[in-house]
């Protein structure tokens, strides 16, 4: 048997990284539109979202849930806290996902594909519930007592007016993909600085295991009392967020474990040895998403198959 190495030409590399990047911008783009035209289809559900609310509430007390209230009350105690926890739900949730996705394409592709495919799940099953379940915040619910934090306080991301707010659909309480996402954000996270690797993110000292990276896990803790003390979603929400995140990392493979450590990997096709530094490849078995690494010069007497 003859064997060579040839490696692949200079430009091939970062072409193929652009075309990968591209498709990756456009599927997450993609998705995320289909997600917010979805959800405004039930906007016009009022009454049924009401109704819900008050069934929403019921459970909570079966369940001897706390109330919401006693959270809200906590960030009343200055403006500032509460001003402070508006601007929290208002702008952290979409910025701290992207950065933390953009982060893990380019240091830990394995995860990446991994976290994608866990919040295409979750995202998508979250889209059926707030189509099938429409669900008033308790915000809009006078017998809760609490007040809408954002309109009295500002900032906010809501019209006053449900009906008319055509960007946002504000009977999508259930589940709260603010706390979801939070969740598995602060869970990529951890498991991407588990070992092997460069620091960054909290990782500790380049591949040494550091308690520190599961702080992390305040994320969703202060996301969860955010999305609460505003009176934007129910303890429920939060609970059933989590139960589909749940489902979602089981039914979702995790990397491998030659891709979690971020080893070298060599894959023979044919004649053809092609040398990939760090660059895991998916779950499926292919190279979908990995950033390549650089191609390396071999030693002759590394050649497989020379002289032989």
């Not at 007390?61 to 105690?77: K, Y």
């Not at 007016?161 to 969740?183: E, K, R, V, Y």
């Amino acid at each position: 048997m003859t064997a060579h190495t040839t490696p692949a030409g200079p430009a091939a590399g970062p072409r193929a990284a652009r075309r990968r990047l591209i498709r990756e911008l456009l599927l997450v783009a993609g998705f995320f539109t289909v997600y917010k035209a979805g959800r405004l289809l039930s906007t016009d559900r009022t009454g049924e979202a009401f109704r819900n609310a008050d069934r929403i509430r019921d459970a909570e007390r079966f369940l001897h849930l706390p109330g919401e209230g006693a959270v809200q009350r906590l960030l009343l105690h200055g403006d500032v806290l509460v001003t402070t926890a508006n601007t929290y739900y208002a702008a952290v949730h979409f910025p701290a996902t992207a950065l933390f996705l953009i982060w893990l394409y380019v240091r830990r592709p394995a995860h990446y594909l991994w976290t994608r495919r866990v919040l295409a799940v979750l995202t998508g099953a979250a889209l059926v519930l707030h189509l099938a379940y429409p669900l008033a915040p308790p915000r809009m619910i006078p017998a809760t007592g609490l007040i809408d934090t954002g309109q009295v306080y500002g900032p906010t991301v809501y019209r006053a007016a449900p009906d008319a707010d055509t960007l946002a659909n504000q009977f999508a309480a259930m589940p709260s993909l603010h706390f979801g996402w939070a969740l598995m954000l602060a869970i990529g996270v951890i498991a991407a600085t588990r070992r092997g690797g460069k620091a960054g993110m909290g990782e500790v000292g380049g591949g040494k295991r550091s308690r520190l990276r599961m702080l992390w896990l305040l994320h969703p803790l202060v996301t969860l009392l955010v999305i609460v003390g505003t009176a934007n979603h129910y303890w429920l929400d939060a609970i059933v967020a989590a139960a589909l995140l749940g489902i979602a990392l089981l039914v979702v493979p995790r990397p491998r474990a030659t891709e979690r450590n971020g080893a070298a990997t060599a894959t023979v096709t044919g004649p053809r040895t092609e040398i990939g530094a760090g660059a895991g490849t998916d779950a499926d078995g292919g190279d979908e998403g990995a950033v390549p690494g650089l191609p390396r010069r071999k030693d002759t007497a590394e050649t497989v198959g020379a002289g032989k």
